[in-house]
């Protein structure tokens, strides 16, 4: 097949970790015979320093026109002037909005050697493989009103406030059900319904979802309730829905169990096929610029651009198959290992020789 991927590297540590994605694309693409067209752009503090935004209207027509977009990761300390009118993450949330983007996957697998990375005991590590699915345009970080007020008698106040409507609900857990079709076929949906009327919608709108998908056993539970579960049994999730702050915190408790946030990947997507992948890992700017970054975040998310926009699924298991491999051979970034660590390039270079394994 032909595709084309906009490749957004980014700051810090993302062009080095995305040139390890973009080499797996590559191999991919001369292994079984597609022909990947992969344009590079820049977004976030890069972008500021040459056009004075974040993300031109030029790059998002590209990604928007683009059947994929490839992200490495955004900011850094040059660029994290508080008063700043312009900061490199709203480049992400002005990608996110433009391409129309509302959820976000993060699948969490972590691997029987690296158990030992996670601060959990092993033994409940077992058998671990779930994908948290967050809500990623509404809820308490977009709704309105939000300010601040002041009262004669010198009191402060502060306000946010948390807004769902049905459709966004209903087009998340959809996806979600989707999702898990394809997996182990179970849905826990995570709000905090004995609270908040956002919530209780959100559980009325995701029942009635959970009727058309007769095929998926579908639960709720309490965030506080799903915070502790994640880990005392984790195990126990296939897929986990959820609204943006919720999702936002989850997500975060969730990659914890892996060891390495270097490891991680992402997905967004929304209605179009157009999504939009990177590692779950910032720029890293303590070892910026090193070559010793851990490319595997980036490599598979590489490996989600295949699977869910360009719907090429044996492409994506094999490469998720040879990060497996390498990993099982003892290969390790520096994240992972201090002495004897690969760099960047190396570890790119043992997934590529695995990659090939795989395709002969
Ligand atoms: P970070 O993820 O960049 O780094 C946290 C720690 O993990 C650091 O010690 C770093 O060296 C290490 N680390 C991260 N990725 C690694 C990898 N692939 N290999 C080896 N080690 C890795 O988080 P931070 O330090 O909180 O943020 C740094 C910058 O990144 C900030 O400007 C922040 O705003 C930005 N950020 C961007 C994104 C994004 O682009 N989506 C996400 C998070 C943070």
Redesign the pocket.
Same mark, same amino acid.
């Given at each position: 097949m032909k595709a084309r991927i906009a490749v957004l590297p #980014? /700051?810090?540590?993302?062009p080095e970790?995305t040139a390890g994605a973009q080499q797996i694309l590559e191999q991919v693409a001369h292994l079984f015979d597609h022909k990947f067209e992969l344009e590079e752009y820049l977004m976030?503090g890069c972008s500021i320093d040459r056009y004075g935004t974040p993300l031109t209207d030029e790059t998002l027509a590209d990604c928007n026109a683009s059947d994929a977009v490839l992200?490495?990761?955004?900011?850094? $300390?040059k660029? /994290?002037d508080p008063m700043a009118k312009v900061r490199?993450?709203m480049g992400?949330l002005g990608l996110r909005k433009g391409m129309g983007l509302f959820a976000n996957l993060r699948p969490v697998r972590p691997h029987p050697d690296l158990m030992h990375a996670s601060p959990l005991k092993p033994e409940l590590l077992s058998g671990v493989d779930m994908l948290v699915v967050r809500e990623l345009t509404g809820g308490i970080y977009f709704g309105e009103p939000q300010g601040r007020d002041s009262q004669p008698d010198g009191n402060t106040r502060a306000f946010d406030s948390m807004v769902y409507w049905d459709y966004e609900i209903e087009r998340v857990v959809k996806l979600a059900c989707n999702l898990a079709a394809g997996r182990r076929k179970k849905v826990t949906s995570v709000d905090k319904a004995n609270v908040l009327e956002t919530s209780r919608l959100w559980r009325q709108v995701a029942n009635n979802v959970a009727v058309s998908h007769p095929t998926i056993t579908f639960d709720h539970q309490l965030v506080d309730a799903a915070a502790m579960r994640l880990i005392t049994q984790p195990s126990s999730f296939d897929v986990l829905v959820t609204g943006n702050m919720f999702g936002d915190i989850l997500t975060d408790e969730a990659s914890v169990l892996t060891g390495? +946030?270097?490891?991680l990947p992402s997905a967004s997507l929304g209605d179009s096929g157009t999504g939009l992948y990177? $590692? +779950?890992?910032?720029?890293? $700017? /303590?070892?910026a610029g090193e070559g010793?970054?851990?490319?595997? #975040?980036?490599i598979l998310s590489a490996a989600m651009l295949l699977r869910h926009s360009l719907n090429l699924e044996s492409e994506a298991s094999a490469v998720e198959a040879a990060v497996m491999h390498t990993l099982e051979e003892g290969c390790r970034? +520096? /994240?992972l290992r201090q002495e004897k660590a690969l760099s960047?390039q190396q570890m790119t270079a043992e997934i590529i020789k695995n990659l090939e394994t795989q395709k002969r």
């Open positions: #980014g /700051d810090g540590i993302g970790v976030g992200l490495g990761a955004v900011g850094g $300390p660029w /994290d490199p993450e992400l390495s +946030i270097g490891n990177e $590692p +779950i890992h910032g720029s890293a $700017p /303590d070892i010793i970054a851990n490319p595997i #975040g980036a970034t +520096i /994240d960047t």
